[in-house]
Each structure stands twice: as C-alpha cells, then as structure tokens.
C-alpha cells in the first residue's frame, strides 16, 4: 500500500463548518503560575506534576515567546490522563495551545477532561478512526510554531517545554529530541532511554523516544493513518531526514509500562507487524538490505558514546 496522507486542511475545514473558532485560544496564564487555580488532584499525590510547577518567572528573559501547540490523544487511559494534562500545563509556558482529542472513551476520561477544559484551547470526545486519526485532528487546530505530541499515559517531565523552545530559538533547528524515563507502574522503577545522536543512514534502526520529540512547524506531516503502531517511527522516517536536529541530554518525558499500552501488550503484536509490512513495501520506505551492517555500525557508535562517555 503506497503512503497514503490525509489532507489536514480538509480536517480544520469541518472543524471550522461545526463551529470551531480558527486559531483556538492559549491556555490562561496566570502571574503566580496555574497550580492553584487548576482543580485539585484527584488522588493525594505529591510533587510534579501534583504539587509542583515551573515558576513564571523562569520565562522573564523574554517579553514574547514562540507558541507552542501540544496534542493528547486520549482513550479509556482514565489512570493517567490527569498526569498527562496537568505535565502540559504545569510547564506554565506562555503562550501555549493544548488540544485533547479523546476518542470517546467510556472509563472516566472524559470527567478528567470536563475537569480541565476551562485550560484547554480544545477538546473533543466521540468516535474517531484511532490514535493515528486523533492526533492529526488536533494538528489540523494547531496554529503553533512548534508541535509534539503526548499520548495520554506518559507524560512532560518539569522544565521540558523552557528546555526546548530555548534550544529551537538557540539554534534554529528543526526538530529536537531527547532522552526519556520508562516507567514501570507494577514495579514503580525508572528506566533511562538515553538516545543516539540522529544520523539519516541509521533512521531506519527505531531510536527516537517519541513523547520526548518536538518540531518546528514548518516541517510537520501528517500521520499515516493505516498504521496502528509505529506511526511515529514511519513520520519519522519522511519529516526528520535531511532536517538539521538537535539532541537534549537529558529526560524530558516518562513513557508509562504497563499492559495497556501497545509496546507492551502482547495482542499488539499482529498489528506491529501489519504496520512492519506496510512501511517497508517497495510502494512506501522499501526493505533495508543492508539491514545487518546498519546494525552492527550503530552497536559500534553506540559503544564508542558509552566507552567515551558522550551520552
């Protein structure tokens, strides 16, 4: 099957014919930060993003700062969705638009989502055709300057966002990543991923931490939505080759562990493997013949980082 790409700009086309207002609003801001104006946590957690926010005054070195639009696709992930939220709007960005597009889940989700819509430029829950479908719906509202997306159950670690768009205004790059935690909620233990720096020959070896990438707007592409699993790594394989990049050393996201989610489920697999089929078609990215060598290449520069300490 050849890459087939939806058009976004037929998607905010009916958004705008139901109503939507185009560009949606920022999130509020607050002088003193959001933490007591958001609705108290469900739960008696401490620390961020429950008890914690990254200060206003850390953005004062700016009088205007680039907007940044973050998407959330959500489904039946009540356990996680307000640690997701309150990450985004925790950060205290100023001038930030976040979309929530939820599926129509029927686990509490969408009480989460009523909770905070007051700090959402939009939200949505109803049927749609997937993960795929949710996030490019909530990029085809995005007016930022830069783009990510966060699934809803991971989450931005503190300072993520002033990190980012730092490095993006430093270096006029086009799409930065960075390391991230796994976490593993049955054993409650971290996992660093820590992350090679990006070279084009080696982007067909899966790398990229995905809730810990961001990218300048100019280059977004939509998802392929007949890909159920590794719809990140095929965009990818078309938006970041050949575009200058950046690495952050350092954490900027945790990734959740646990049955649910499709890295870990064992049901999932079909479906990775449907997508396997799909992305190395001669229609789409092709095989990789030289598939072994890449691999033995990257294990090398892997050891050299770790031998030289460079990570």
């Known amino acids: 099957m050849p890459i087939n790409l939806p058009d976004l700009n037929k998607y905010l086309a009916t958004f705008q014919a139901e109503g939507v207002a185009y560009p949606l609003c920022q999130v509020p801001i607050a002088i003193d930060g959001l933490l007591n104006a958001?609705?108290?946590?469900?739960?008696?957690?401490?620390g961020w993003p429950w008890t914690e926010q990254i200060a206003p005054e850390a953005y004062s070195?700016?009088?205007t700062w680039p907007k940044l639009t973050i998407v959330t696709p959500s489904y039946n992930q009540a356990a996680f969705l307000e640690?997701?939220?309150?990450?985004?709007?925790?950060?205290?960005?100023?001038?930030?638009?976040?979309?929530?597009?939820?599926?129509?889940?029927?686990?509490?989700?969408?009480?989460?989502?009523?909770?905070?819509?007051?700090?959402l430029s939009y939200q949505q829950?109803?049927?749609?055709?997937?993960?795929?479908?949710?996030?490019?719906?909530?990029?085809?509202?995005?007016?930022?300057?830069?783009?990510?997306?966060?699934?809803?159950?991971?989450?931005?670690?503190?300072?993520?966002?002033?990190?980012?768009?730092?490095?993006?205004?430093?270096?006029?790059?086009?799409?930065?990543y960075g390391y991230c935690l796994e976490y593993d909620v049955v054993t409650a233990k971290s996992k660093l991923?820590?992350?090679?720096?990006?070279?084009?020959?080696?982007?067909?070896?899966?790398?990229?931490?995905?809730?810990?990438?961001?990218?300048r707007a100019t280059i977004h592409q939509p998802i392929w939505e007949e890909l159920h699993c590794s719809l990140d790594y095929e965009l990818w394989l078309r938006m970041v080759k050949g575009r200058k990049s950046s690495l952050i050393k350092q954490p900027l996201a945790v990734a959740s562990v646990h049955a649910g989610a499709k890295t870990h489920n064992?049901?999932?697999?079909?479906?990775?493997?449907?997508?396997?089929?799909?992305?190395?078609?001669?229609?789409?990215?092709?095989?990789?013949?030289?598939?072994?060598?890449r691999v033995m290449l990257n294990r090398i520069r892997a050891k050299v980082y770790k031998w030289f300490n460079l990570y």
Not at 90 to 101: F, G, K
Not at 150 to 168: A, M, P, V
Not at 193 to 215: E, G, I, N, T
Request: some cysteine.
């Open 61 to 63: 070195d700016k009088t």
């Open 38 to 46: 958001l609705p108290a946590p469900a739960g008696q957690q401490k």
């Open 125 to 176: 829950s109803k049927a749609d055709r997937g993960q795929s479908n949710a996030i490019n719906l909530g990029f085809s509202l995005a007016s930022g300057n830069y783009h990510s997306w966060i699934n809803s159950d991971d989450y931005y670690l503190k300072g993520t966002f002033i990190k980012t768009i730092t490095r993006f205004e430093q270096t006029g790059t086009d799409f930065i």
């Open 193 to 215: 991923m820590q992350v090679l720096p990006l070279k084009d020959y080696f982007l067909r070896l899966p790398s990229l931490a995905q809730p810990a990438c961001f990218w």
């Open 83 to 119: 640690q997701t939220i309150r990450s985004v709007l925790l950060q205290n960005y100023p001038n930030l638009e976040y979309i929530v597009i939820d599926g129509g889940s029927t686990d509490g989700s969408l009480d989460i989502i009523k909770k905070y819509e007051p700090w």
């Open 266 to 293: 064992p049901s999932m697999k079909g479906k990775w493997q449907h997508d396997h089929e799909l992305i190395c078609a001669n229609d789409a990215h092709g095989s990789v013949p030289d598939w072994n060598r």
